[in-house]
């Protein structure tokens, strides 16, 4: 048994506006499986596929109070596309971030609900990725990370040091998942969180215990009674692990 990141989950007091947003910015369509639930995915995607990590934006009238503990890193292939992205995705309303990031060759940049990503700037390892170069977690110890996320999943661990961890799927497609080492502690419930499943034929509750064996803990944020089971990882990072398909 095991898992696969399939998607992540997004807070948003607008979904649907939100996820105008991120469509326009990744060049995914969208749709939604109910009110307040905005899906995007690439056009034409068949889902779930590890070519893309999907976006599913959440509408929550709570607030962003803190930064993120997890965001987007979105891939370029020159410094001309890095600035012509940068420009338009200020017209659809990002506006620039100060996350304490310095003299970086990087742009950091807030999406209208205050969401922080970043637009980094050509890298060879994310030529292939997609829109989506990585899906980014602070934490504070990227070995116990590794050690846990690489086992929660299929996934494959390319990097491992003090700094940070470096993950992608088994097939070595799409976006990357890293864990950058952070001074800042977890305050908050994420706004932003990953979204496992499981493959089809297996059975989700003997992989959420699967789960909890490895390090994760039950988690109440007010889930109620859901097909879904939310986990946290050992670092305190909510998750969700879904039902099989």
């Not at 607030?63 to 979105?74: Q, S, Y």
């Not at 600035?83 to 620039?96: H, I, M, N, S």
């Not at 997609?130 to 494959?156: K, L, S």
Request: proline share 8%; glycine share 8%; charged share 25%.
């Amino acid at each position: 048994m095991t898992t696969r990141l399939v998607q992540i989950h997004m807070k948003a007091r607008d979904d649907s506006a939100l996820g105008r947003f991120w469509a326009e910015a990744l060049g995914w369509g969208v749709s939604s499986e109910g009110p307040g639930v905005t899906n995007l995915e690439p056009v034409g995607f068949d889902y779930p596929d590890p070519t893309a990590v999907c976006i599913d934006i959440v509408a929550d009238p709570m607030p962003k109070t803190v930064k993120n503990r997890v965001h987007i890193d979105l891939a370029t292939t020159s410094a001309a596309h890095q600035a012509d992205l940068v420009a338009r995705l200020k017209d659809l309303g990002a506006t620039p971030a100060d996350v304490g990031q310095g003299d970086v060759p990087w742009t950091v940049l807030a999406d209208p609900e205050g969401n922080e990503f970043c637009v980094l700037e050509p890298r060879s390892i994310y030529r292939d990725t997609g829109p989506i170069a990585a899906v980014v977690v602070d934490c504070t110890d990227p070995r116990a990370m590794a050690r846990f996320w690489g086992e929660a999943m299929d996934w494959t661990v390319h990097e491992v040091t003090d700094e940070h961890a470096v993950l992608r799927s088994a097939q070595g497609v799409g976006p990357y998942l890293e864990f950058l080492r952070t001074p800042d502690v977890k305050t908050v419930r994420n706004r932003v969180h990953l979204d496992l499943r499981p493959y089809p034929g297996d059975d989700q509750a003997a992989e959420a215990a699967r789960l909890r064996a490895l390090g994760a803990s039950d988690i109440d944020i007010g889930q109620g009674d859901v097909p879904w089971t939310v986990l946290a990882d050992p670092e305190g990072n909510e998750f969700c692990v879904l039902t099989p398909l």
